[in-house]
């Protein structure tokens, strides 16, 4: 029987543990299982004691394309958005930093997934989107981490508008750290200096960095489930994702 290949792939060296999203079938989607390898990378790096800082990056031109719209037309709506809550969640709850290493589209969900990181490079090839305005969602659960980071006029813009905007602009808006022409070169500087903090200092500053995040998972999380659970479960929803899996255009679309 052969064993199927990892959807993340995992390096450890020189303090740093690597988790690259290597799903290129479905664009490194946030299906069941990529999640689940994802989170068990993040536990196994928070239980080593020899890694100081975490890299989330990706193979191929997408980073993230946001849920897995094959699973997201099931039974089940909340099954998606708890799964994302949580792996978001462990992003954030990580005592090591976690840094997003990006040059390629990021979409929807894969926002959540980023915003959630302590520190996003991004390089030229990257590009954002908040698409679920198109399908007939709205960008709930991944709300969680981002609307205590975005600049809320440039949120109400991209969320409403669903437009695609560059690393430059996602840098202005606080979506990502850094919008850097050589991104391995801007993630070296970070692990550099990220590798002079100790462990317990690290840790608790991260903690203070992410209080109001931590806040808004909270105070925020089962409202936002519930209301992505009734959009995903919506017939208009329904229609546009089916119109998105079929690349048609979606009946409202004008």
Avoid at 94 to 113: E, F, M, N
Wanted: one cysteine or more.
């Amino acid at each position: 029987m052969t064993r199927e290949a990892p959807l993340v792939r995992i390096t450890t060296a020189d303090a740093v543990a690597t988790l690259e999203l290597d799903s290129p079938h479905n664009r490194n989607a946030l299906s069941t299982r990529l999640m689940a390898e994802l989170a068990q990378g993040l536990a196994d790096a928070a239980a080593d004691p020899a890694v100081r800082a975490v890299v989330l990056g990706h193979t191929g031109k997408v980073f993230c394309a946001g849920a897995d719209l094959s699973e997201a037309t099931g039974n089940d709506p909340t099954v998606g958005p708890r799964g994302l809550v949580d792996i978001q969640r462990a992003v954030v709850d990580c005592p090591k930093p976690v840094i997003a290493l990006v040059d390629g589209h990021v979409r929807a969900g894969g926002l959540g997934l980023l915003g959630a990181c302590d520190l996003a490079v991004a390089g030229p090839q990257s590009t954002f989107a908040f698409t679920e305005v198109r399908l007939g969602l709205a960008p709930a659960v991944i709300s969680l981490p981002l609307r205590p980071k975005l600049d809320p006029r440039a949120a109400s813009r991209y969320y409403l508008t669903g437009e695609t905007f560059d690393a430059a602009e996602a840098a202005r808006i606080g979506l990502i750290t850094e919008a850097a022409d050589d991104p391995a070169a801007a993630l070296k500087t970070l692990l550099d200096a990220v590798r002079l903090g100790s462990p317990q200092g690290l840790a608790e500053s991260k903690r203070l960095a992410n209080a109001a995040v931590v806040a808004s998972f909270e105070q925020g999380a089962e409202e936002l489930v519930a209301l992505s659970a009734r959009l995903f479960g919506s017939d208009e929803a329904q229609q546009g994702m089916r119109a998105f899996l079929e690349r048609k255009p979606a009946p409202w679309a004008q």
